[in-house]
């Protein structure tokens, strides 16, 4: 059973723009703070930003001011706007639910992030 679908990756210049989408099964999405996590390279996947299920937000310090988070709760999905976007930010994204110090599914196939000139 398919319970996270990313989508919306790509590549782009530094300073252009994303959004990418994460199509979450209901029983997750109603139930849990949602989490955008990016994972580059040879690194740790990391936390990006989250939104909890009445809308609050959390982000990542390195993120702050150029992404936003943000779900819809009619369609199950949660979106993460990317501006201003840096080589730096380049990644794999993945959404979860965060279920205590871990998640609440198996990972999803993610969305490749890609940015340079």
């Known amino acids: 059973q398919v319970q996270l679908v990313e989508s919306g990756g790509g590549s782009v210049q530094p300073g252009g723009s994303l959004r990418l989408s994460c199509a979450a099964s209901?029983?997750?999405?109603?139930?849990?703070?949602m989490g955008w996590y990016r994972q580059a390279p040879g690194k740790q996947r990391d936390l990006v930003a989250a939104?909890?299920?009445?809308?609050?937000?959390t982000y990542a310090d390195s993120v702050k001011g150029r992404f936003t988070i943000s779900r819809d709760n009619a369609r199950n999905t949660v979106y993460l706007q990317m501006n201003s976007l840096k080589p730096e930010d380049a990644a794999v994204y993945y959404c979860?639910?965060?279920?205590?110090?871990?998640?609440?599914?198996?990972w999803g196939q993610g969305t490749q992030v890609t940015v340079s000139s």
């Open positions: 979860n639910g965060m279920r205590g110090l871990g998640v609440a599914a198996d």
């Open positions: 209901g029983s997750i999405f109603r139930r849990y703070t």
């Open positions: 939104i909890t299920t009445s809308g609050g937000t």
